[in-house]
């Protein structure tokens, strides 16, 4: 499955990632890619991740990497959730030297308060960790959570939704529709069975693949979703980065308007 662009990989800069900023640019030229993002870990993951002081900078380094190689190059951050009302670890004030925002939900994140950590990740963490089943009563905090975060701080793509604390997808979805939002199909796995794929379709949500490359190695691979959606009935068109570089679909928020 041949992409235009990856808009999800990681660097040294973020303290899990392998290779350099230059290092996953080439890998995307040499796989024959239009566009890539480097999007780093929100600093709420760990102190070591880029710092909004050093946005402009990096941001620099990730658009001289991509004339390097003749490609585009965005540079982005993927935030995490730390609070209990849909807060991330972005502000807006820092958005402005970003190119792309995406936004998951992590485990091992700092919270931004003693109430979000009791009612947000420990127990989530508890169900997580010990492979228990999630409670409907969790799965629709966590499902109001995400989507607060969604219809606040209206993030570019939502990466690896439903994959460490559980979620109706569905309203997700819809949200994600409402708003314009991108739905990831995560390489490294897609975390909802494939009638839920296709029932996201149905309310209006679009899609983009992402990587989530940690090593230049990994950078556009597509092999896992590739087999995920052999399993499924979609579009070209419903997955962004089949069709072109990154662009965010219109929002049915102002379909509706205009309606």
């Known amino acids: 499955m041949k992409t235009f662009g990856d808009y999800h990989t990681h ?19 040499a796989a024959g890619l239009s ?16 710092m909004p002081k050093d946005f402009a900078k990096v941001r620099e380094r990730v658009h001289n990497a991509g004339k390097k190689s003749g490609i585009s190059a965005l540079f ?11 807060e991330i670890d972005i502000k807006d004030n820092e958005r402005r030297d970003l190119d792309i925002l995406l936004v998951g939900v992590h485990q091992n ?33 966590n499902t109001r ?10 993030p570019d793509i939502l990466t690896h939704p439903n994959r460490y604390y559980k979620v109706d997808i569905l309203d997700v979805a819809r949200v994600c529709a409402k708003r314009g939002i991108l739905l990831e199909l995560n ?13 996201m379709l149905a309310v209006g949500a679009k899609f983009i ?3 989530d490359a940690h090593t230049m190695n990994n950078v556009g691979k597509t092999t896992n979703v590739a087999e995920f959606l052999s399993k499924c009935t979609y579009n070209k068109e419903d997955i962004i980065n089949l069709n072109g570089v990154f662009a965010r679909p219109k929002p049915q928020i102002i379909k509706d308007i205009k309606e």
């Open 109 to 141: 994140v700092k919270p931004k308060n003693l109430r979000t950590f009791f009612n947000f990740f420990l127990p989530n963490d508890i169900c997580a960790t010990l492979k228990l089943p999630f409670p409907k009563w969790l799965v629709r905090r």
């Open 35 to 50: 566009e890539i993002a480097i999007t780093e870990h929100g600093y709420g993951k760990n102190r070591k991740e880029v």
């Open 11 to 29: 660097t040294v800069l973020s303290h899990d990632g392998k290779c350099s900023i230059e290092d996953n640019v080439s890998a995307a030229a």
């Open 209 to 211: 693949i992402g990587s």
């Open 145 to 154: 959570i995400v989507c607060d975060m969604l219809e606040k701080v209206n």
């Open 76 to 86: 982005g951050i993927e935030a995490n959730i730390i609070g209990d009302k849909g």
């Open 187 to 199: 390489e490294k796995r897609v975390s909802f069975r494939p009638i839920d794929f296709e029932r």
